[in-house]
């Protein structure tokens, strides 16, 4: 079995309303998954004909709004990284947080199972230079995990290569940055995501333009950075093998609520696609928290139990 891990930044479950994207912009492929509605409050805790809604706590059981350093390292290690500090974290992890990172990232703990995993974003030229005194200054969770997993991460040559997807999905950011890299549909990027996948146990592709959007509050780019992750989302499903899986989640809400500027309280999407997907819903019902993600994948994947370390 292989699982894709899509990663979107800053997207919870929102109310059926205006100032919800989700709700009033075209997303055409979720919709389909979802019997026609839209990734909303109203349609999670349901399943569907190929697919699966849950609703995930990102609170992490503390007051205030939950963020990025502390949600994300919930997400990818399983341990409540607030709880952990004691208050909600935004931007990149601390030396604390970069700790638990390195003893209980993912891809630390799928190497120990004998698993393989492997982080599929492309880095840009600079990043490479960065690597080479340690990776000592600030980073996200993600390439944290990825760093401490003794992972390889990928180039721009693996991109031009068809091995690797940027974090915008199509190269938009890139040419705009200067750099001679084609523009690719996102229906092109969801097949090449679906071409790394099937050689590794979990794939990890992190998206967050959603987070940048919803800080913007600018409608016609909110609207537009989903109608491509729905593209992309598409391609990367429609190919999936039988018995693969693939689980879109995120770390706080944001974009589904264009009417603040910061996060919202909001619980986030666990949308599970795939035929199997059965026992990977039961596993993340079981908690209902982003801590449950890590867990309930290394579980799925290795059949051992895990959920009981998601603190």
């Given at each position: ?91 990149l992890p601390n030396r ?154 995120s770390d706080h809400g ?10 919202t309280t909001n619980p ?44």
């Amino acid at each position: 079995m292989s699982i894709i891990l899509f990663f979107v930044d800053g997207v919870g479950l929102g109310e059926r309303n205006e100032n919800n994207p989700f709700f009033t912009g075209a997303t055409p492929f979720i919709s389909s998954l979802l019997a026609g509605g839209k990734m909303t409050k109203e349609a999670a805790g349901k399943d569907y004909k190929e697919a699966s809604l849950l609703a995930l706590d990102a609170g992490l059981g503390l007051a205030g709004l939950p963020q990025s350093a502390t949600g994300q390292t919930a997400l990818f290690t399983g341990i409540n990284g607030a709880k952990f500090l004691g208050y909600h974290l935004n931007g990149l992890p601390n030396r604390i947080l970069r700790n638990v990172l390195a003893e209980h990232g993912v891809f630390l703990q799928l190497q120990k199972k004998r698993l393989r995993g492997t982080f599929a974003n492309a880095y840009r030229p600079d990043f490479f230079e960065e690597l080479k005194g340690g990776l000592e200054g600030y980073y996200s969770c993600s390439t944290l995990i990825t760093y401490y997993g003794g992972l390889p991460f990928r180039s721009l040559d693996d991109l031009r290569r068809g091995e690797a997807v940027y974090m915008d999905i199509n190269n938009t950011v890139l040419r705009r940055l200067g750099f001679d890299l084609p523009l690719i549909t996102p229906q092109e990027a969801g097949r090449i995501l679906l071409k790394i996948s099937s050689r590794y146990d979990l794939t990890l592709f992190e998206h967050f333009l959603t987070d940048i959007a919803g800080h913007n509050r600018d409608k016609s780019f909110a609207a537009e950075t989903i109608a491509t992750l729905d593209a992309f989302l598409g391609a990367a499903v429609q190919g999936l093998p039988q018995g693969d899986l693939l689980l879109l989640t995120s770390d706080h809400g944001n974009l589904e609520d264009l009417s603040k500027k910061g996060h919202t309280t909001n619980p986030v999407p666990a949308l599970v696609v795939g035929n199997e997907r059965g026992r990977l819903v039961d596993l993340l019902s079981q908690k209902g928290s982003i801590t449950a993600v890590t867990p309930a994948l290394l579980e799925q994947l290795s059949g051992d139990s895990q959920l009981s370390t998601a603190n």
